[in-house]
């Protein structure tokens, strides 16, 4: 059965599993806690269950091609209607279709309250696209929750909620300096059962699930099974340092594999929510790839694959205000590490807005500074067309040896006959060998060389003098700027044949 990553529910928790006998150095050892009660007994009236509900139109537009109503991606409506409908297919009923009232369950825990208002966090799935949110305290009182702001890239919802009754809230902690192995407690509402804790310990931290764009998950094995989904994640002075939304699962249920997001990452979300009733990211304006050992190698880049490589940059945008270029490799912003490419877009967008900060970049062999002034993320940003080249040049077809694609300067009859834009500029692909580096690599016919070890080319001939002064400098790798129907990337193919080129023995 295929693994699933699945949104998160709390914990189903029956005991606590003893730590096993380790000896580790007397310097750094934590013994396992005698007992969690104390600290539970203190943070459990701070966690909520989260009550949704939502009507369903049988037809419409919400409606799918199975006759089931369409939800966002990981709503937990969809879950739900889609095991009522696969128990009618597998039965043969036929019901007559008629709106239906969905209702779903999640977790949430309290931040803030004062002069009658309380301030609770949860999962954006746990409440997307519900008519009515109900929040329910640990002593069965029932309020109904207005929802403050969302955000869809983070998971994040914040309510606010009325009442006279003292609410009692939670702080967040500091998710940086948690290490993997430290104990943590979880605290939610698995299968509707109502306030449940489980403990474990920090698997791993920095994960990436490709669920979102800033994906940095601590992994931990504290049981989190359906309903989970956001609650807290407390380490053991009782602060908040994640909050439960993804599991790693065949079966739906937990197997020890759960993710929460870090608190320094929902600190800034939750804040801005509660300001603006949105989030407001910062945004550089690129399109950028992980760098590989054929790219770090193919541009000189020493120590290994690092940073992020630029493959667009958006016109009139931060990055091309800053003058950052195409194939740029981003090694520094405003003084972080960028060691991989998915660290860049989570550090731009926790930037303030219209903050001047320097941009470290690997160009042309060496690193250059530049200053770029931080913009707001537009809600749909543009992606940037390619970079216009040096006019077109008529030419028959040229093979790249130990490429394994033939190319040639874009004619009217090529533009014609690949579909082109007015705008395309380059040397197309007219061949792929098969089980060549290029065709390995994913290049077909139609595809465009914008550039060669970033500079602009307009002829097989400008091509093949890029390769050769490659393959020259030592390099075992060119560096090319292809364009294809999905947009602009990266490249790294060989630059001289397979083998190499060797004397006569």
Known sequence: MARMF???AALLAVGLLAAPLVTPP????RGAPESFADLVERLLPSVVNIQTSQT??????????????????????????????????????????????AQSLGSGFIIEY?????????????????????????????????????????????????????????????SET?????????IGNPFGLGGTVTAGIVSARGRDIRIGPYDDFIQTDAAINRGNSGGPLFNMA??????????FSPTGGSIGIGFAIPSNIATNVVAQLREFGRTRRGWL?????????????SVGLPDGPRGALVAGVNEGGPADRARLQNGDIVLRFDGHEIREMRTLPRVVAETPIGKQVPVVVWRAGRELTLTATVGELPEDTQQAAATPGPQDRGGRPVELPGIGMRVASITPELRERFGLSAEAKGVVVVEVLPNSPAAERGIRAGDVVVEVQQEAVSTPAEVQQRIDRARQAGR?????????????????????????NRAPG
């Open 178 to 186: 948690l290490r993997i192995g430290d104990w943590v407690v979880a």
């Open 238 to 247: 009782g602060e908040v340092v994640g909050i439960n939304t993804a599991i």
């Open 476 to 500: 075992r790798n060119v560096l090319m700027l292809i364009e294809s129907q999905q947009g602009l990337r990266w490249v790294p193919l060989p630059a001289a044949p397979q083998g190499g």
């Open 114 to 174: 004062s002069n009658g208002e309380g301030y609770i966090v949860t999962n954006n799935h746990v409440i997307d696209g519900a008519d009515e949110v109900n929040v329910v305290l640990t002593d069965n009182t029932t309020l109904r929750a207005e929802v403050v702001g969302r955000d869809q890239r983070t998971d994040i919802a914040l309510l606010r909620v009325k009442t006279e009754k003292r609410l009692q809230p939670v702080r967040f902690g500091n």
């Open 26 to 29: 007397p310097a750094v050892a």
């Open 6 to 8: 699945r949104p998160a």
């Open 285 to 297: 304006g690129v399109r950028i790839q992980q760098v590989t050992e054929e790219i770090a190698e």
């Open 56 to 101: 369903v139109q049988a037809r419409g537009d919400r409606q799918g091609p199975d006759g089931m109503p369409q939800f966002p991606p990981g709503s937990p409506f969809e879950e739900f209607f889609r095991e009522f409908f696969d128990r009618q297919q597998r039965g043969g009923e036929r019901q007559p279709q008629r709106p239906r009232r």
